[in-house]
């Protein structure tokens, strides 16, 4: 099979609106969790969320192409736009049937959806933006990739939750590795932060009334976060052929299903996950660095996520750093592998590995190095990222260093 490369990555997050911006915020250990706003109701609990707070639709579209957009697609063609001008691609009418589109989300145009609630059912008005179909369906996202650079070839989404991102990554490096295309615009987004969806979260009892500490003593749940990462994936012959600079290796995508249970994590699940993407990549747990955690900050996934590497590595686990950046993007749900992924591969660059802050001491069911509260350098080679979704579905990725 061919191998696969990074050449470009783009990003908006709380950190951020870009991956640029994103990883610097990682590395100084801010805090892009703060006070909700925009969601005027009496009912709701929920006091904090991770937002894109900076992001401002009409600095990046125009007012008709604006009508075309839920905030979703929003973020997917700004990080795409980034992306893309990082990689220095350009696409001729022949890559252009080459290249993928493929783009993860757990919920899609979550902001038109309460929008036509509101008016259907509050508001008792019976018509409906005349676009909404076009701007709520799940696809839009990599749809509108598509229309914005000309790309022809595979283009769909993935939905599955937590796990999208990871999921759409890994359909791309197999499209890529099987030769059905070249190079693919890849990666996962949400703009979860609505009424109907933090409502929802509410009723599950897993989120955080603080602040996110995953990994912690004293952890209190999840933050809700928004926002995403779109990817340049090639061929390593490809991007060779046009000189592209090349950001890391992408050797391998792990999936597996727990079979158990909707909501509550499984270890093995986890575990079975991460060694096949080291089987995928030809490496050993031994080769491992450094582990972007799913780490939520919930009292489940936190202590079972642990013992799923512990399994795994075994005396090697004490030996990884495993961080959770969702302390300070908050978890974007689809989106939230595609932001992490910025974090790896960030760790591989520049040997830094970005902090899991808001943590209060050690929990001794989480006993691994956590990067507690401070950016850790060391060298990273190989790297996993985690993402464990609700349906109990896994996917993990596996990156190498590039030299």
């Known amino acids: 099979m061919r191998r696969v490369v990074i050449t470009g990555m783009g990003c908006v997050s709380a950190l951020g609106n870009s991956a640029v911006a994103t ?8 805090a892009g969790i703060g006070p909700l706003t925009g969601l005027d109701d009496p009912t709701l609990r929920t006091t904090i969320a991770a937002q894109a707070r900076h992001f401002v639709a009409s600095e990046h579209f125009d007012d008709k192409r604006l009508v075309l957009l839920d905030p979703v697609s929003q973020y997917a063609l700004v990080a795409a ?21 493929i783009i993860g989300t757990g919920i899609g145009g979550a902001s038109t959806q309460d929008q036509m609630a509101r008016r259907l059912y509050a508001e008792g ?36 939750a ?29 703009a979860c932060i609505t009424l109907g969806t933090v409502k929802a979260w509410e009723a599950m009892r897993v989120m955080a009334d603080d602040t996110c ?94 013992r799923a590497i512990r399994a795994l590595f075994g005396a090697h686990a004490n030996q990884l750093a495993v961080s959770s950046t969702k302390s300070m993007h908050g978890h974007a749900l689809g989106g939230g592998g595609a932001i992490e992924l910025v974090a790896v591969i960030g760790a591989l660059c520049e040997g830094l590995v970005p902090p899991t802050i808001n943590y209060l001491g050690p929990d001794p069911e989480c006993d ?10 060391r060298p990273v080679r190989v790297a996993l990222s985690n993402s464990f979704a609700f349906g109990g579905l896994n996917a993990v990725l596996a990156l190498k260093r590039w030299n």
Do not use: K
């Open 368 to 377: 691994l190095n956590v990067v507690p509260n401070t950016a850790q350098q």
């Open 213 to 306: 500490r995953p990994f912690s003593q004293g952890r209190r749940g999840l933050v809700l976060g928004e926002g995403g990462g779109v990817f340049v994936l090639e061929t390593l012959e490809h991007a060779q052929a046009r000189g592209a600079h090349i950001l890391a290796e992408f050797v391998g995508a792990g999936m597996s299903a727990d079979a158990a249970d909707i909501v509550m994590p499984d270890a093995s699940g986890a575990a079975r996950a991460m060694r096949s993407a080291l089987l995928q990549g030809g490496l050993a747990p031994e080769d491992v660095d450094y582990i972007n955690a799913h780490g939520t900050g919930t009292q489940a996934n936190d202590p079972t996520e642990t």
């Open 23 to 30: 990883w610097a915020g990682m590395l100084e250990g801010r």
């Open 81 to 101: 736009r980034e992306a893309v001008a990082q990689a220095g691609i350009r696409f001729s009418a022949e890559a252009a049937e080459r290249t993928a589109v």
């Open 125 to 160: 008005n019976p018509r409906v933006h005349p676009m909404a179909i076009v701007r709520v369906m799940p696809n839009a996202p990599a749809s509108q990739i598509s229309l914005e650079f000309g790309l022809r070839g595979p283009v769909f989404a993935v939905a599955s």
């Open 162 to 190: 937590c796990a999208s991102s990871n999921h759409a990554l890994g359909q791309a490096l197999m499209l890529l590795q099987s030769g059905n295309a070249d190079v693919a615009l890849a990666g996962g987004v949400e």
